[in-house]
């Protein structure tokens, strides 16, 4: 660490913030969707389009921050974003009715596509500043600020979720404008850029369409993987004949070792670069998904999820990064095509699954990660434009 600048481990500190300070807020507010369910008297279908509100906002949110984020402003996006977030979380508590709940799931998803755009684009310039892989590193802050988030929910499940949201929200709030000297202050000058391109406001120039959009087919793949682990995992369990507490750790299991494979990530990246450990880990996470979806036992199965989870753990980080070239417009388009995978996959398993079987389904996914691994050299190799 001696050798790294002191601005450099003080910009990746920062930005370990953010991502745990997201993490944290979509892990509260999706633990405690029943009570907001209960508490506002929403049928199945109104929490579908309060659902559906965030899912749209979140979209717009990364658009316009692909548009706005040039250097100059990742930081007033940063603490907008972050602030906004925090904020609307705890509006979000105090709605007991389906239009005021529409009306902050919009704001809510706004300010996290905004929020996920600025934070990684920063962690990009943050990344070429260092000279060395840091995002696979912040990534596993988002995973670890979820575990937490998801750990809260559950110590505070007797208390009211309008007090959680609000107490989080403000706390969150609170250390966001705490930072806003240090975020002002943010180091990430990429040392590889031309003098031209910073001319005009970006790093380098656009990627070529065609990349750029391989880069977002592979992260909507990968995320629907993500999508599948969360909604179907436990009821693949379930549907073994598994205990309530086992089907419920099968998600878990999945996040730890996701969140473990991008805590060793950086140091793999570096060693051995990106395409090799993309398509290294994706062949891991077919085969261990094909794996525990063939196996009948609950161990099998919940060893599948996790190898699974560990396998897609290093994939985003490194297709951002890829993205990343490309200036914040790059990676938004990408983020923006991986989500879709992300909202569309856990419904698209399921009407498999009414044709055909559940195990059947969650092949999908596993076919998927078979894919990302053939195509993450085409992807991942000489990521100059």
């Known amino acids: 660490m001696s050798g790294i600048p002191a601005s450099d481990r003080r910009s990746r500190g920062l930005l370990t913030g953010y991502f745990l300070g997201l993490g944290m807020v979509?892990?509260?507010?999706?633990?405690?969707?029943?009570?907001?369910?209960?508490?506002?008297?929403?049928?199945?279908?109104?929490?579908?389009?309060?659902?559906?509100?965030?899912?749209?906002?979140?979209?717009?949110?990364?658009?316009?921050?692909?548009?706005?984020?040039?250097?100059?402003?990742?930081?007033?996006?940063?603490?907008?974003?972050?602030?906004?977030?925090?904020?609307?979380?705890?509006?979000?508590?105090?709605?007991?009715?389906?239009?005021?709940?529409?009306?902050?799931?919009?704001?809510?998803g706004v300010a996290h596509g905004v929020l996920d755009v600025a934070a990684n684009s920063a962690a990009v310039r943050c990344q070429n500043a260092a000279g060395r892989p840091i995002m696979s590193g912040l990534h596993a802050a988002y995973s670890l600020g979820a575990l937490g988030g998801a750990a809260l929910?559950?110590?505070?499940?007797?208390t009211a979720h309008s007090t959680l949201f609000l107490g989080v929200g403000l706390i969150l709030m609170g250390a966001t404008l705490a930072a806003?000297?240090?975020?002002?202050?943010?180091?990430?000058?990429?040392?590889?850029?031309?003098?031209?391109?910073r001319t005009h406001g970006e790093d380098r120039s656009a990627l070529p369409a065609g990349k750029l959009w391989l880069?977002?087919?592979?992260?909507?793949?990968?995320?629907?993987?993500?999508?599948?682990?969360?909604?179907?995992?436990?009821?693949?369990?379930?549907?073994?004949?598994?205990?309530?507490?086992?089907?419920?750790?099968?998600?878990?299991?999945?996040?730890?070792?996701?969140?473990?494979?991008?805590?060793?990530?950086?140091?793999?990246?570096?060693?051995?670069?990106?395409p090799t450990v993309v398509r290294a880990g994706a062949v891991a996470a077919a085969a261990g998904l094909l794996t525990g979806v063939a196996s009948s036992s609950t161990p099998g199965a919940l060893a599948g999820w996790a190898v699974f989870g560990l396998g897609l753990s290093l994939t985003v980080p490194c297709l951002i990064t890829a993205a990343g070239v490309g200036?914040?417009?790059?990676?938004?388009?990408?983020?923006?095509?991986?989500?879709?995978?992300?909202?569309?996959?856990?419904?698209?398993?399921?009407?498999?699954?009414?044709?055909?079987?559940?195990?059947?389904?969650?092949l999908l996914p596993a076919l998927l990660a078979a894919a990302v691994a053939a195509l993450s050299h085409r992807a991942l190799e000489h990521p100059t434009p």
């Not at 929910?153 to 007797?158: G, W």
């Not at 202050?185 to 031209?196: E, F, K, Q, W, Y």
Request: aromatic share 4%; proline share 4%; hydrophobic share 55%.
């Open 327 to 362: 200036g914040p417009r790059s990676v938004a388009t990408v983020a923006v095509t991986g989500y879709l995978g992300l909202l569309a996959g856990p419904a698209l398993i399921g009407a498999l699954a009414s044709v055909t079987t559940l195990s059947t389904a969650l």
């Open 215 to 274: 880069l977002g087919a592979l992260a909507a793949a990968t995320l629907l993987g993500e999508g599948a682990a969360a909604d179907w995992a436990a009821v693949h369990l379930h549907s073994l004949g598994a205990s309530t507490a086992a089907s419920a750790a099968a998600f878990a299991l999945y996040s730890a070792a996701m969140a473990t494979g991008r805590l060793t990530g950086d140091r793999l990246t570096a060693a051995f670069g990106a």
């Open 26 to 108: 979509m892990a509260v507010w999706g633990a405690r969707m029943p009570a907001v369910q209960q508490a506002a008297h929403l049928s199945t279908a109104h929490l579908a389009l309060v659902l559906l509100a965030a899912a749209l906002g979140m979209v717009a949110g990364l658009q316009i921050a692909g548009r706005l984020a040039g250097p100059a402003r990742l930081p007033a996006l940063l603490t907008l974003g972050a602030s906004s977030l925090a904020g609307c979380l705890a509006l979000l508590g105090q709605c007991d009715s389906l239009p005021s709940l529409l009306t902050a799931a919009l704001a809510f």
């Open 153 to 158: 929910a559950a110590f505070t499940a007797h």
């Open 180 to 197: 806003v000297p240090a975020t002002r202050s943010l180091s990430g000058t990429d040392h590889s850029s031309t003098p031209a391109n």
